[in-house]
T-cell receptor, first 113, second 116 residues
Framework: AQKVTQAQTEISVVEKEDVTLDCVYE???????LFWYKQPPSGELVFLIR??????QNEISGRYSWNFQKSTSSFNFTITASQVVDSAVYFC??????????FGKGTKLSVKP | EAGVVQSPRYKIIEKKQPVAFWCNPI?????LYWYRQNLGQGPELLIR????????DSQLPKDRFSAERLKGVDSTLKIQPAELGDSAVYLC?????FGSGENEQYFGPGTRLTVT
């Protein structure tokens, strides 16, 4: 069975601080995919990134970066120089060969000006 | 390119009443998903369609929930009769194709259902 744990329920930072959102996953699939989604107050889940299990390279996209470590089954997400617009609930998800996504419970990020 | 469209955005009904949600996926996306998101939780899959075929409905409470995807495009999710515990956000998502799991899913804005 697959499982995603996002231990941080809520995080509050001040604008321009860096913040890391943790994600630990469990899966028995040898090939799997990891995702991060952002859910702003409007409610729509916005796709941020997909990472394949065989590609452990870290990725940077503007102020966002992702650290994938297979040895610890973690796929952490860092926002550098946070902004108020980053305030949202962030979900980590794992998808296996069957494709269905299993989501974590999410981390609510509040960025205060 | 238009995203996933859902309607209505909000619905308030009394328990035991029926309710239906509609979803129009991104053009060209063969796979359509319905998720339920309870407050403070992540989305949970209810049903997945490949074109017009429901290929995974194992999590759909079939005694009161039904879904259809006529012609492999739009989809409707129905609850009859609704119960208090059905209050949640119902999300529709679509992806290019299924099978490998590598295709990201794009979500609609959801329908927030309140059952009183």
């Amino acid at each position: 069975a697959q499982k995603v744990t996002q231990a941080q329920t809520e995080i509050s930072v001040v604008e321009k601080e860096d913040v890391t959102l943790d994600c630990v996953y469990e899966t028995r699939d040898t090939t799997y995919y990891l995702f991060w989604y952002k859910q702003p107050p409007s409610g729509e889940l916005v796709f941020l990134i997909r990472r394949n299990s065989f590609d452990e390279q870290n990725e940077i996209s503007g102020r966002y970066s992702w650290n994938f470590q297979k040895s610890t089954s973690s796929f952490n997400f860092t926002i550098t120089a946070s902004q108020v617009v980053d305030s949202a609930v962030y979900f980590c998800a794992v998808g296996g060969s069957q494709g269905n996504l299993i989501f974590g419970k999410g981390t609510k990020l509040s960025v205060k000006p | 390119e238009a995203g996933v469209v859902q309607s209505p955005r909000y619905k308030i009904i009394e328990k035991k009443q029926p309710v239906a949600f509609w979803c129009n996926p991104i053009s060209g996306h063969n796979t359509l998903y319905w998720y339920r998101q309870n407050l403070g939780q992540g989305p949970e899959l209810l049903i997945r369609y490949e074109n017009e075929e429901a290929v995974d409905d194992s999590q759909l409470p079939k005694d009161r929930f039904s879904a259809e995807r006529l012609k492999g495009v739009d989809s409707t999710l129905k609850i009859q009769p609704a119960e208090l515990g059905d209050s949640a956000v119902y999300l529709c998502a679509s992806s290019l194709s299924f099978g490998s799991g590598e295709n990201e899913q794009y979500f609609g804005p959801g329908t927030r259902l309140t059952v009183t």
